[in-house]
């Protein structure tokens, strides 16, 4: 086992966005088939666009949040311990905006709530 913490410090990384896609069979919602692959997709191209994807943010594919619904996907964004969930498509930018700013300056865990 290797503890990679100031590496991963040391290259700019501040935050992780995990999106729900996980899938199953059964009467329950799950958020594989609530667009958790198109909230995922939407994630990436967002933060792409501002020059922050795989930089100082990393995106993550998860298995179940706890949050299932079938109304959206789940997102949870660390270290802020930001959980969201009913996510679609749609929301991505406006959840972006609001959790980095317009052009994802916002980085870093946020010491306020005041949201």
Do not use: K
Not at 72 to 84: D, L, N, Q, S
């Amino acid at each position: 086992m290797r503890e990679r913490t100031a590496a991963i410090n040391e290259n700019g990384f501040t935050d992780h966005v995990l999106v729900c896609t996980n899938a199953r069979e059964g009467e329950h919602a799950a958020c594989g088939a609530a667009h958790g692959d198109e909230v995922y997709e939407a994630v990436q191209s967002w933060l792409r666009e501002r020059g922050v994807f795989w930089s100082r943010v990393h995106v993550a594919e998860t298995s179940c949040l706890g949050l299932c619904s079938a109304e959206g996907t789940a997102v949870a964004i660390h270290p802020r311990g930001r959980w969201y969930s009913d996510v679609v498509p749609g929301d991505v930018p406006t959840l972006l905006e609001a959790e980095f700013g317009a052009d994802a300056t916002h980085l870093g865990s946020r010491s306020d709530d005041s949201r």
